[in-house]
């Protein structure tokens, strides 16, 4: 009996030594591994990010890509300044109640940081309007190449630069969301109530950066 016990006691602290030797030998090798790829430039720059602290160069440290829904959007060229609504279907009721309130993003369109981000909003010539919704995106049409847009979400603002201004027939299959392009795409009806053409804005991504929460 006594002989049991002991093998048994004896196992136990086998697997307990073992367990972790093989814990420790994991993480260095881990660890040796990762800086050995980052030394000679395998390692994927979103995963790698430098910060300044106190005026010096601080330690790499991995940070997952940002993909966030925009809440507000300004084109100080044209005078846009609005709510970005994020409704969860597509179905025609739905978009048009959010389009009430604002400028909206399409459902399934890229987020910021990610893909294509498709934004539409109403415009109109009517100068007297009782709900401001509906000039959204009044004077989109005069945009030029190289003008900023930028698009905020809860902490962050994202700078997209004009890449082309277009008016298109509404039927026309003009935004790929499918891309992986980090992009955006404006667009507005041509004439307020008709629908048989749109224009277009399409802009590259920049850069962005964090805001204050009260900016």
């Not at 994202?158 to 277009?166: Q, T």
């Amino acid at each position: 009996m006594k002989k049991q016990l002991f093998s048994i006691k004896f196992l136990i602290h086998l697997i307990a030594t073992y367990k972790t030797v093989f814990a420790v030998t994991f993480l260095v090798t881990f660890s040796l591994s990762f800086v050995g790829l980052y030394l000679v430039g395998a390692v994927p720059s979103e995963f790698v990010v430098l910060e300044k602290e106190n005026g010096a160069e601080a330690k790499p440290r991995a940070e997952m890509p940002v993909r966030e829904e925009p809440i507000r959007i300004l084109v100080p060229k044209v005078g846009v300044d609005s709510v970005v609504e994020n409704p969860m279907s597509a179905d025609t009721a739905t978009l048009d109640r959010a389009l009430l309130k604002g400028a909206v993003r399409y459902p399934g369109s890229g987020l910021l940081g990610e893909g294509n981000v498709f934004i539409f909003g109403h415009s109109t010539s009517i100068r007297v309007v009782n709900n401001q919704a509906y000039k959204t995106f009044n004077n989109l049409k005069n945009l030029k190449t190289g003008d900023e847009i930028l698009v905020r979400s809860a902490d962050r603002e994202y700078l997209y630069r004009v890449a082309r201004v277009s008016l298109v027939s509404a039927e026309a299959a003009w935004v790929d969301f499918s891309s992986k392009k980090k992009r955006l795409t404006l667009s507005t009806c041509n004439t307020f109530g008709k629908k048989e053409e749109r224009y277009v804005v399409e802009a590259d991504f920049v850069k962005s950066y964090r805001v204050s929460s009260n900016t």
